[in-house]
């Protein structure tokens, strides 16, 4: 790891940052953490964790440390030539806000990351490199303690809320997660049978941030004639099924019950819907559903596309994220349907959308099984681990009305 960078912090207020999670490279033998340089005002224990009190003149720029650590009775353990991180930490002037910007990310993890080899440190690695600030998770279980949800959070030194264990088996609670930089408010938070409900506190802002995986099921798309993004009578029968409804309303249903009646808090919907949007298809029916119901539920509760809003048309940024490794379907002998399935809509005035892409590290393999690759399959090496790319929203924060 080259760089990390912390939440805001704020001048004259003492904080702590744990370090040693990012920094687990040396299996089981002890590690020590020191400081190679930085500024005087930040420190790092033997155990890893940052600490200071940022001076008030330090408002409005960032402090710098670099961090050195090593096995605990390696010689070289003061030099630089152990494995090294530069931190950055961000300071806020205390009658300024927080956060001024939100990155904000959805992501599904394909069976928890397990997949490629050395999956869970190469999300670290986006999660980090991409310095997103609050991350939705799908396809993340509980099959031991910690689960990943939590597992990431504790190696980010961040904060966590998952779905709890209902079931005897992990598979049948409700696979999503979601880890943050700031606070999550236990007691605004809460979860349903189809979606986890997060609230994110920084200074004086709330965001509510309703996590979903819709059921992958029916795959409407694969109804579609190849190569075309056109909804018909065929792709709306396998697709929206007499339970559609309620799931597709699932996200409207719980961003509207989310922050609470005659505030302003933002609302954020994200996450895997296992469906394309209606903004970037042409509908051949009409009548209802007219095209693909979850966008279109979610819209007419008042939530905006993220990725629509910096991007508007669908041909010249189609935004695919299913998949960067699915490219052919087997079991229907035909090129798998690439499309927009995982998504960030948000409705809230706080909120502005300053940016949003879709986000893949490198050229994926394909995740195609042979025989010759049963033991040593080619994706397993990939940099990026999953067959979804995520989607990363950067929000600029505004100051509430009759406020500043």
Not at 102 to 108: C, F, H
Not at 301 to 319: E, L
């Amino acid at each position: 790891m080259d760089s990390f960078t912390t939440a805001n912090v704020v001048a004259g207020q003492a904080f702590r940052v744990p370090l040693a999670g990012i920094l687990q490279r040396f299996g089981r033998e002890r590690v020590t953490f020191h400081k190679h340089h930085g500024d005087e005002w930040l420190q790092v224990s033997l155990t890893g964790e940052i600490s200071g009190t940022p001076p008030p003149g330090c408002a409005g720029s960032s402090g710098h440390l670099v961090v050195v650590a090593s096995v605990a009775d390696d010689h070289r353990l003061r030099s630089s030539t152990g494995t090294s991180v530069a931190v950055t930490v961000p300071v806020r002037d205390p009658e300024a806000p927080l956060v001024d910007r939100l990155r904000v990310a959805t992501w599904n993890m394909r069976y928890d990351a397990t997949r490629p080899h050395d999956g869970v440190n190469k999300v670290l690695r986006v999660l980090l490199d991409q310095s997103v600030d609050v991350v939705a998770l799908q396809e993340v279980h509980r099959y031991q303690e910690p689960g990943t949800v939590r597992q990431l959070a504790e190696r980010l030194g961040w904060y966590h809320h998952e779905c709890p264990r209902i079931h005897l088996a992990p598979d049948d609670d409700k696979d999503i997660g979601l880890i943050s930089r700031y606070p999550i408010d236990p007691h605004r938070s809460a979860h349903d049978a189809e979606f986890l409900r997060s609230a994110v506190t920084a200074g004086d802002l709330t965001v509510h941030l309703c996590c979903v995986h819709l059921d992958y099921e029916s795959y409407g798309p694969h109804a579609a004639e190849p190569g075309k993004r056109r909804f018909t009578a065929r792709s709306r029968r396998r697709r929206t099924g007499p339970d559609a409804g309620r799931r597709c309303g699932t996200g409207s249903s719980a961003g509207s019950r989310s922050s609470s009646p005659g505030t302003r808090e933002p609302v954020i919907v994200l996450g895997d819907f296992n469906c394309p949007s209606h903004r970037d298809w042409i509908s051949d029916v009409t009548t209802e559903p007219r095209n693909w119901p979850a966008t279109l539920a979610l819209e007419e509760a008042g939530f905006q596309d993220s990725y629509r809003a910096v991007h508007p048309d669908p041909r010249a940024y189609p935004g695919l994220t299913w998949s960067p490794t699915e490219l052919w379907n087997a079991d229907l002998q035909r090129a798998e349907p690439q499309d927009r399935i995982d998504f960030i809509f948000h409705r809230g005035g706080r909120l502005t959308v300053l940016d949003s892409r879709t986000h893949v590290t490198g050229t994926p393999a394909p995740a195609e099984q042979h025989e010759e690759w049963e033991e040593h399959p080619r994706h397993r090496y990939n940099a990026w681990p999953s067959d979804h790319a995520a989607v990363i929203t950067t929000y600029r924060v505004n100051t509430p009305r009759g406020c500043g």
